[in-house]
């Protein structure tokens, strides 16, 4: 199936809330370690690559076999929780990829998070079929604002740059979107401004044109799909 248009989904902080997830298999996985970090570094390294966060807590320590060995176990305890405990869609979510989905727009997963994580949540959410195409840190080199994750899913789908949208809650990501040629919607559970050409505290809030409204294709608009 062809599309001419496309939302390109980022997953943690977008699609679920999972940062305590992540907080309890850092925790955790670090105390193992001997290298135990406290809560105010992981909300300052929260949303990178793991291998650029354990060199920062790691140091000189931080040799490539530790950083991959550490990764691992922190990311099988961040998906033991996930499929221990279940997670749910934030506010919004379900009704909009459905909706989306109904009105013919492709939709990507593009995300920095391992593939086997990417998988979890999806499992979790019942939410597998929902999306085209997923792209995940194994076909990533750059981490965001660069952005390579976006152009990859756009690709993936065969729709142009200039007829994606990106979801995203993280600054860099909006910038990533720019960079790529992207319009983006941002959503700030905090109420923080983001440099998105719209932000909601969530998107159960979002306008019910807003998707078509931001590409002004004279479509039909998901209201009336």
Request: proline fraction near 4%; hydrophobic fraction near 40%; aromatic fraction near 6%.
């Amino acid at each position: 199936m062809a599309f001419n248009r496309a939302v390109l989904w980022d997953m943690d902080g977008t699609l679920v809330d999972s940062a305590e997830y992540h907080w309890q298999a850092w925790r955790d996985t670090m105390a193992r370690e001997g290298s135990p970090i406290t809560h105010e570094q992981f909300l300052a390294t929260f949303g990178q690559r793991n291998d650029s966060i354990l060199r920062q807590w790691l140091g000189k320590s931080g040799t490539p076999d530790a950083i991959d060995g550490i990764g691992r176990a922190k990311e099988e305890l961040y998906r033991q929780h996930v499929r221990e405990r279940g997670i749910t869609p934030l506010p919004g979510v379900l009704k909009w990829v459905t909706l989306l989905r109904q009105c013919g727009w492709a939709q990507a997963i593009a995300s920095a998070a391992p593939r086997a994580n990417v998988e979890t949540i999806l499992h979790a959410l019942n939410m597998s079929k929902c999306f085209d195409a997923v792209v995940s840190a194994e076909e990533v080199h750059q981490g965001k604002p660069d952005p390579e994750v976006f152009l990859i899913a756009a690709a993936k789908l065969g729709v142009p740059s200039a007829r994606c949208i990106v979801v995203e809650d993280a600054q860099h990501g909006i910038e990533a979107a720019r960079r790529a040629g992207m319009k983006s919607i941002g959503v700030a559970q905090s109420g923080t401004r983001l440099p998105a050409d719209i932000t909601v505290r969530s998107l159960d809030l979002l306008d019910a044109n807003a998707f078509d409204d931001l590409l002004r294709d004279g479509g039909p608009s998901v209201r009336n799909c």
